[in-house]
């Protein structure tokens, strides 16, 4: 077997990996889909139907009745527009200092933010909910919010993208007597687009997606995310698993939609991020 030979078989290998995987990976969301259109009683059966015998289209409006998912929903999405946001401004500034800046013990502030991030969550979770308590902020919008407003993860991004944005830029602009704030503003920010926009998109899912961080601090029905109407809806009737499915592909929507707008700048932000020292 000549050398064109193994070469062009080694990529039908791995084309066809690829689809497996790709298969594998979409495989419990065409589930989750084919399920939220199938009676009660369909979803359990086995050997499992992929398409449903007859669309039950009702079981959207009939999940949505089962709750207030209209204010869980409204609930996401304000603070998930505003932890994005917050995220987008805060680590884009700690970015840019970390870059650009020259202060004493600059790389050590650097490291301690990377450090943050081999902690999970279980472990800062009481002392962030103390803080939030002693701030008055428990269940309120606030308490959704402020403690998500800046995520080390986004600092690292910035800071590795704006890092190879060059110097002579921000040179120029301070010989035209521009202020620091006007160089964040007008040059660095307009010149980190992909980076911002894959920070957005993975501020938006984290905070979309957040289940533990709301359950702990809202308590009144009124300020329930989403995650938490969908985990109530399962402990009332469990049973009705084509309607939680059903629930589960509205809760899915937003967030595939701000995907296929935003794929690119998200793939193009990672890349160029350079996720190196």
């Given at each position: 077997m000549n050398k064109k030979t193994l070469i062009r078989w080694g990529g039908r290998t791995i084309?066809?990996?690829?689809?497996?995987?790709?298969?594998?990976?979409?495989?419990?969301?065409?589930?989750?889909?084919?399920?939220?259109?199938?009676?009660?009683a369909e979803v359990f059966e086995l050997p499992i139907r992929w398409i449903p015998q007859e669309i039950q289209w009702a079981n959207f409006?009939?999940?949505?009745?089962?709750?207030s998912f209209g204010?869980?929903?409204?609930?996401?999405?304000?603070?998930?527009?505003a932890v994005t946001a917050a995220n987008i401004l805060f680590c884009s500034l700690a970015g840019y200092g970390l870059a650009k800046f020259r202060?004493?013990?600059?790389?050590l502030c650097f490291r301690f933010v990377l450090s943050t991030l081999m902690l999970p969550l279980e472990i800062v979770l009481v002392p962030t909910f103390l803080v939030v308590q002693q701030?008055?902020?428990v269940n309120s919008l606030g308490g959704l919010i402020v403690p998500l407003a800046v995520d080390a993860f986004g600092i690292f991004l910035m800071r590795?993208?704006?890092?190879?944005?060059p110097d002579s830029l921000i040179e120029a602009a301070r010989l035209d007597g521009c202020s620091e704030f006007g160089i964040f503003w007008r040059i660095i920010l307009p010149n980190c687009k992909p980076a911002l926009g894959a920070l957005a998109l993975l501020a938006f899912r984290d905070t979309w997606d957040q289940f533990l961080w709301p359950f702990i601090v809202a308590s009144s029905d009124a300020?329930?995310?989403?995650?938490?109407?969908?985990?109530?809806?399962?402990?009332?009737d469990s049973a009705a698993y084509h309607e939680i499915m059903a629930?589960?592909?509205?809760?899915?929507?937003?967030?595939?939609?701000?995907?296929l707008f935003f794929q690119r700048a998200f793939v193009r932000g990672i890349a160029l991020s350079g996720l190196k020292e």
């Amino acid at each position: 077997m000549n050398k064109k030979t193994l070469i062009r078989w080694g990529g039908r290998t791995i084309t066809l990996l690829t689809i497996l995987g790709i298969g594998v990976t979409l495989l419990p969301y065409f589930w989750m889909v084919s399920s939220s259109l199938k009676t009660g009683a369909e979803v359990f059966e086995l050997p499992i139907r992929w398409i449903p015998q007859e669309i039950q289209w009702a079981n959207f409006p009939a999940a949505l009745s089962r709750g207030s998912f209209g204010t869980y929903f409204a609930n996401s999405g304000i603070v998930a527009v505003a932890v994005t946001a917050a995220n987008i401004l805060f680590c884009s500034l700690a970015g840019y200092g970390l870059a650009k800046f020259r202060f004493p013990m600059r790389e050590l502030c650097f490291r301690f933010v990377l450090s943050t991030l081999m902690l999970p969550l279980e472990i800062v979770l009481v002392p962030t909910f103390l803080v939030v308590q002693q701030l008055g902020m428990v269940n309120s919008l606030g308490g959704l919010i402020v403690p998500l407003a800046v995520d080390a993860f986004g600092i690292f991004l910035m800071r590795q993208y704006i890092k190879d944005l060059p110097d002579s830029l921000i040179e120029a602009a301070r010989l035209d007597g521009c202020s620091e704030f006007g160089i964040f503003w007008r040059i660095i920010l307009p010149n980190c687009k992909p980076a911002l926009g894959a920070l957005a998109l993975l501020a938006f899912r984290d905070t979309w997606d957040q289940f533990l961080w709301p359950f702990i601090v809202a308590s009144s029905d009124a300020l329930k995310t989403f995650p938490l109407g969908l985990a109530e809806m399962e402990g009332i009737d469990s049973a009705a698993y084509h309607e939680i499915m059903a629930l589960a592909v509205i809760g899915m929507i937003p967030m595939a939609i701000l995907f296929l707008f935003f794929q690119r700048a998200f793939v193009r932000g990672i890349a160029l991020s350079g996720l190196k020292e």
